[in-house]
């Protein structure tokens, strides 16, 4: 059975720093590409942050220069570094897991998401 467990949110003052992690089971961690999806209230989820598994990393224009993703194969780990967050950051932050089949398809993934509030 997969599960992807997301930790780490909370409520934080506009200009301070957040992190979350997302550990992974049931899936064989280092092929998978993984990210992080935001979604507030009442707007579409959309891509925060994702790091292939190569290692290779991509940002949405909105966090570029705030936040950083990382992972950690052996613990089979992912990571979202958040820092200036402001108020517009306030969203349920999830975990995604992706691999694509060579035969066409994927697999892919969701954690039940963590709660992420910047507020003073």
């Known amino acids: 059975q997969v599960q992807l467990v997301e930790s780490g949110g909370g409520l934080v003052q506009p200009g301070g720093s957040l992190g979350l992690s997302c550990a992974a089971s049931g899936i064989i961690f280092s092929i998978y590409n993984m990210g992080w999806y935001r979604q507030a209230p009442g707007k579409q989820r959309e891509l925060v942050a994702h790091i292939t598994s190569g290692g290779n990393t991509k940002y949405a ?10 992972r950690d194969n ?27 089949l060579s035969g ?4 892919d993934y969701w954690g039940q998401g963590t709660q992420v509030t910047v507020s003073s």
């Open 61 to 70: 224009d909105s966090v570029k220069g705030r936040c950083t993703i990382s």
């Open 74 to 100: 052996a613990k089979n780990t992912v990571y979202l570094q958040m820092n200036s967050l402001k108020p517009e950051d306030t969203a349920a932050y999830y975990c995604h897991a992706v691999r694509v």
């Open 104 to 107: 066409g398809g994927e697999h």
